[in-house]
């Protein structure tokens, strides 16, 4: 069983629409993380949480959006959606911000049309 | 600017090569951790490495963290096609804030 699960695992949209990426743990880790990948600039954290409803942002958190109402779930939203946020989009969890090191999951492969 | 510059970006060998890539900073980190990430998949952590001069191994697969803790190395003994896939360094600069990655070393080991 994987302990984190991301949805969903594809998704094309347009350009202006509004998409949520879901990210969901069952090891009731403190922690999750929401990074993107691109070619020539890796992984980029874009926002994390560190509790229920306690969120910061990362180096990239422009047009995005996350809400954690359950230690379960952590979300991004991409209120309008534009091409630059074509990307693969990963979650990962953690029990300390560092500690024994992230577990990811299986990503998102986002296209803006 | 990349925090962690990675190098080489790609390699390509034959099995039962050695290599050695390697993650560098003019920044001191608190520690290091190195993953694998291999197509389709997220990265799956190898190793945390949070001393000065600390050397780990892994198997085939030997890490070694700097001592002055900016830089961190991976060697890998007669490598197989197995271990194709992309090598992140990951690195946190103090213990309470998130990690940052390189841009990794994509390895190709050719049969």
């Known amino acids: 069983d994987a302990g984190i699960t991301q949805s969903p695992r594809h998704k094309v949209t347009e350009t202006g629409t509004p998409v949520t990426l879901r990210c969901h743990q069952t090891?009731?880790?403190?922690?999750m993380y929401w990074y993107r990948q691109d070619p020539g600039h890796g992984l980029r954290l874009i926002h994390y949480?560190?509790?229920?409803?306690?969120?910061d942002k990362g180096e990239v958190s422009d047009g995005y959006s996350v809400s954690r109402s359950k230690t379960e779930d952590f979300l991004l939203t991409l209120e309008s959606a534009t091409s630059s946020q074509t990307s693969v989009y990963f979650c990962?969890?953690?029990?300390?911000?560092?500690?024994?090191?992230?577990?990811f999951g299986s990503g998102t492969r986002l296209t803006v049309v | 600017t990349q925090l962690l510059e990675q190098s080489p970006q790609f390699l390509s060998i034959q099995e039962g090569e050695n290599l050695t890539v390697y993650c560098n900073s003019s920044s001191v980190f608190s520690s290091l951790q190195w993953y694998r990430q291999e197509p389709g998949e997220g990265p799956v952590l190898l190793v945390t490495?949070?001393?000065?001069?600390e050397v780990k191994k892994l198997k085939r697969l030997t890490f070694q963290f700097g001592d002055a803790r900016k830089d961190s190395s991976l060697h890998i003994t007669a490598a197989q096609p197995g271990d194709t896939g992309l090598y992140l360094c990951a690195g946190a600069k103090t213990g309470n804030t998130p990690l940052v990655f390189g841009k990794g070393t994509r390895l190709s080991v050719i049969a």
């Open positions: 990962a969890i953690s029990e300390g911000i560092v500690g024994r090191g992230y577990t």
């Open positions: 090891e009731n880790h403190r922690y």
């Open positions: 490495v949070v001393t000065g001069g």
């Open positions: 949480s560190y509790g229920v409803k306690d969120t």
